[in-house]
């Protein structure tokens, strides 16, 4: 969203709620670089996305299989609901944002990836571990090690 004052394209949302008319979000932006305020209306894209699936037949992105796979990823361990919610949040808005009406599941499946190693370690092992589908143990491990030594450092 580029700054109306200086044209900077990176902002951060400060504020954000629905419009009055309940299909607009209304949101309150502040530009990294001159630091003034503006507001955005952003429309409910309400084109479904498709999914092209790995034999390429295409289904309706489905948030709550996404939060479904989710949740089986973060079994046990200490992630809340809301951390969840939003990360399907961002990626919704990240692939409605992209323009593209349809979406491989497999950049869906990286996304999330991407996000669950922000938000709980284990859990972005499980998730990995069955999205990737390791073929044998070494190549678990060589994930599990790359996890590690980035943590180490
Ligand atoms: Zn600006």
Known sequence: ??????GYTESKVIDSRPAEDGEKIRRRRECLKCEKRFTTYEIIETTPLMVI???KSREAFDRN???SGLLRACEKRPVAMNTLEQVVDDIQIALQN????????QRIG???MEKLKGVDEVAYVRFASVYRQFKDINSFMAELKLILE???N
Do not use: N, Q, T, Y
């Open 1 to 6: 969203m580029k700054c109306p004052f200086c």
């Open 150 to 152: 980035s943590k180490a």
């Open 98 to 105: 992209s323009l593209e009406k349809e979406v491989p599941s």
């Open 53 to 55: 699936k790995k034999d």
């Open 65 to 67: 299989k996404l939060l």
């Open 110 to 112: 990286e996304l999330a």
